[in-house]
């Protein structure tokens, strides 16, 4: 799921970063702008949904730098740095002082679970959040029927 969702955000932010990319291409802006176009418009847009589907892709340690987002966001690095594409990946976040994505997908991924873990005690996503909490994956079966229990008490909520 995590990988799907990654490659569509990758193309909804290639399409805006197109748009931004011929409308200012031509005033050449100085790479402060570029970062805080990037940062205000581009990042939000590939971060979108990552406090769910984010911990799916961090957890690969070894290969988190070949996720679409990163990808895109170490190209969007090299071309406002005018630098070559195999310039190495550390020296152009260096440059602008930029990390990587990865690190703002567990911090954003960290404040949900923050959140739901403050939300008020009757509401569904803190019920949810607490029998997903309590249920390992091998009780399964018990885990289905608190899902059930959930939905019916949302049921008479309504």
């Not at 994505?101 to 005690?121: C, G, N, T, Y």
Request: include cysteine.
């Amino acid at each position: 799921m995590g990988n799907s969702e990654s490659k569509l955000r990758k193309l909804a932010a290639r399409r805006a970063d197109y748009s931004i990319k011929s409308s200012l291409y031509k005033f050449n802006p100085p790479i402060t702008i570029w970062l805080k176009l990037f940062n205000s418009v581009i990042k939000p847009i590939l971060l979108y949904g990552s406090e769910v589907w984010g911990p799916l892709m961090t957890q690969r340690h070894t290969s988190w730098d070949t996720t679409p987002t990163e990808k895109f966001n170490l190209q969007f690095c090299k071309e406002i740095l005018k630098v070559h594409r195999n310039c190495p990946n550390h020296a152009c976040r260096a440059e602008l002082g930029h990390f990587p994505l990865s690190l703002h997908m567990i911090e954003r991924s960290v404040k949900f679970q923050v959140h739901l873990a403050q939300a008020d005690p009757d509401s569904c996503h803190h019920r949810a959040f607490l029998s997903n909490s309590l249920c390992p994956e091998k009780h399964q079966r018990t885990c289905h029927l608190k899902i059930q229990d959930l939905q019916n008490v949302s049921k008479t909520n309504m």
